[in-house]
């Protein structure tokens, strides 16, 4: 069995995060939480449900993913797969093993998790989200031949290919880069269908106007910026 880490980013999540990390299957090595400025009991619920817990100050949500990834580089035994997962319990932690079956069965380097309509509940995605996905996957399908349907933040990726990347998105659009550097390394990529549920507390960035507007502009950026290298 591969060894499998998680990543999950947090701000402000201590009504869900013990939940999340109590539904991750137990084939998981480490779980690592990054506290993202958190001003609650984040970092005290996630230690208690057994998950290592680090602090990123800087507020960002690849800030949070980087500082994981950070904190992996320095560890002598690396992973195989590395699994993120947002920490407001509006995933199934619990399909971990269906996002990482790809990359055991059939070698596949990245795997996404989509948001698709039929296994969303109500109201789990706010309409500029899901106009969001749609435009975004829809310009890298036109500029990249993309077959992506969703920006989920439920994914896997091998370990080295994540390395390979060089990440260095600090907010909005880890997602949409991660998405983009695959293409353009031409890594092989599939999505599983996942469920996806309201999430417990409000969202720090679909829940404003500031922050959808912010992560819109993100998105579209990578997006032309990539579209003409």
Not at 87 to 93: A, F, I, R, V
Not at 135 to 145: D, N, P, V
Not at 202 to 219: E, L, Q, W
Request: hydrophobic share 40%; net charge positive.
């Amino acid at each position: 069995m591969p060894k499998v880490k998680v990543i999950i980013p947090a701000f402000n999540e201590q009504d869900s995060i013990a939940n999340v990390i109590q539904d991750i299957p137990s084939i998981v090595e480490e779980v690592i939480v990054v506290s993202n400025n958190s001003t609650d009991l984040t970092e005290v619920n996630a230690k208690h449900a057994g998950a290592t817990v680090l602090t990123e100050n800087r507020k960002g949500y690849g800030y949070a993913c980087l500082k994981g990834m950070d904190y992996i580089s320095k560890q002598q035994s690396k992973p195989d797969i590395i699994v993120f997962l947002d920490g407001d319990y509006s995933d199934y932690p619990e399909e971990l093993t269906k996002i990482i079956a790809p990359i055991i069965e059939d070698n596949i380097d990245l795997v996404i998790g989509s948001r698709v309509k039929e296994l969303r509940e109500d109201g789990a995605m706010t309409p500029q989200q899901i106009f969001g996905n749609w435009l975004a996957t829809k310009l890298m399908s036109l500029f990249f031949k993309a077959k992506f349907t969703d920006l989920g933040p439920f994914r896997a990726i091998k370990y080295d290919k994540l390395l390979a990347l060089n990440m260095v998105d600090k907010t909005y659009g880890w997602t949409v880069e991660m998405q983009l550097k695959a293409l353009k390394q031409k890594l092989s990529y599939t999505e599983v269908p996942v469920n996806y549920r309201n999430r417990i507390g409000v969202s720090k960035v679909s829940g404003t106007i500031k922050g959808s507007i912010f992560a819109g502009i993100k998105i579209l950026s990578w997006i032309f910026k990539y579209s003409f290298k």
